[in-house]
């Protein structure tokens, strides 16, 4: 019997990745499984989602600003919309089951199938639960969860520890440091920072590595910068004519760049902290300070307590982020610590776990509706 499941969310890659990994382990356990993406209109998850495979379709949506009150004030009418979208596309592909991986189209989508009694499951990817999962959580099927603690946002007989499931390729990379290095044209001798700002990019961090590349290069550095494309020109410029330094818009193969790293700056999105426990690099965490109930503190926070990583506040970035990353570079035995520290925390095979929990849940309803 083919059972057919709608995953909801996205907006960013963290979101957008994990369903992915989700839906592909569905796909390998039960070949049948139909999946169905719901996303925003003009998300990337619209690009990402078909280019994984999968078919997608988007709501008319758009989330709460918090930097500008006044352009919500269509936020009521948009809400309705998509809710009469979502009743749509519950009509025509008929969901046995809901998944919810964050982002904002996820709430209407995992609200109407709890209205109309569907199973619904949601991940929640970061140690800080976002309000909306929150809502959801009270009637969810089971709450996925990356973290410990979080009995505190939903109720604890339906959570389930999973961590969050990590991209195949670099979950199992098996790429060589120098073989990595000379895909991005670099020494192989030389020590190797990877900067990491997300798929949208990271206005801070981006904009001390421009002003500091030369001296990060000038101390026997050579970086591997990923701006994202609102900073993609500027970056361009900043490396121009200078061959310790690769930059891009986007890494394609982003196992090629752990690989290839002695250490990584990045932000501290719940996909960025388990990528890094995966592959046990150590790293300068710059939290995005405005994203949803300051997660990003949080997660980073995790990780600096423990000391597998180094937190550097957003606002602190300019005059400290260089700095840091030259010393930390040139302090092996400190990178060894962190790696070390940062490794066990990582939670592998989150994505099976899930999808066997997902179908171990609709294989009891399947049996209990076949005995009544």
Known sequence: MSRRIIIAGGGTGGHIF?????????????????????????????????????????????????????????LPIKLVKSFLQVRRIFKDFRPDAVIGVGGYSSYPVLRYAQFSGLMTFIHESNSFAGRSNILLGRKATRIFVATEGMGKFFPADRIELTGNPVRKSIEESGVERSEAIRSFRLDPDATTVLVVGGSLGAKSINEAIRKGVDEITRSGLQLIWQTGKPFAEEGSKAAEGNDRVWTDAFITRMDNAYAAADLVVSRAGAMSIAELCIVGKPAILVPFPHAAEDHQTFNARSLSERDAGILIPDQAAAAQLVPTVIALAKDVKKRKELGDHIRPLAIRHADKKIASSILEYLNKNIKRNIRS
């Open 18 to 74: 994990p369903a992915i990994a989700i839906a592909n382990a569905l796909k390998e356990m039960e070949e049948d499984t139909e999946i169905l993406f719901v996303g925003a209109q003009g998300k990337m998850e619209m690009e990402k989602v078909p280019q994984a495979g999968f078919r997608i379709v988007g709501l008319d949506i758009a989330g709460f600003n918090r930097s500008s009150l006044i352009r919500n004030i269509g």
